[in-house]
């Protein structure tokens, strides 16, 4: 088992930044690839980032390319998400999840799931 615990959500306006750390407990000498998704009130959660491992490979959704900047230091089992510029469609529950297979990092089935972390962008 992984557990993660999301933090650095916050209230930001229009054009902020934030930081969100996605940090890892368990069975963290498992390998594991590590995706942030986020949900909308009354929209499906919906695929923001992903990175590998290693960190050596990143994916991006679309609406956040540019923007967003997903990293990871694996020596603190934490996984970083840099929000430049945000946008006031940015203001979500941000989750952080980790999986085990080699499956598409857009792909919602993953094993462990954060708590989440609540980002909310002033216009």
């Known amino acids: 088992q992984v557990q993660l615990v999301e933090s650095g959500g916050g209230l930001v306006q229009a054009g902020g930044s934030l930081r969100l750390s996605c940090v890892a407990s368990g069975h963290t000498s498992r390998t594991y690839r590590t995706g942030w998704f986020r949900q909308a009130p009354g929209k499906q959660r919906e695929f923001v980032a992903f990175i590998s491992w290693s960190g050596g490979f990143t994916k991006y959704a679309d609406s956040v390319k540019g923007r967003f900047t997903v990293s990871r230091d694996n020596a603190k089992n934490t996984v970083y998400l840099q929000m430049n510029n945000l946008k006031p469609e940015d203001t979500a529950v941000y989750y952080c999840?980790?999986?085990?297979?080699?499956?598409?990092?857009?792909?919602?089935?993953?094993?462990?799931w954060g708590q989440g972390t609540q980002v909310t962008v002033s216009s």
């Open positions: 999840a980790a999986r085990l297979d080699y499956k598409s990092g857009d792909d919602p089935n993953y094993d462990f």
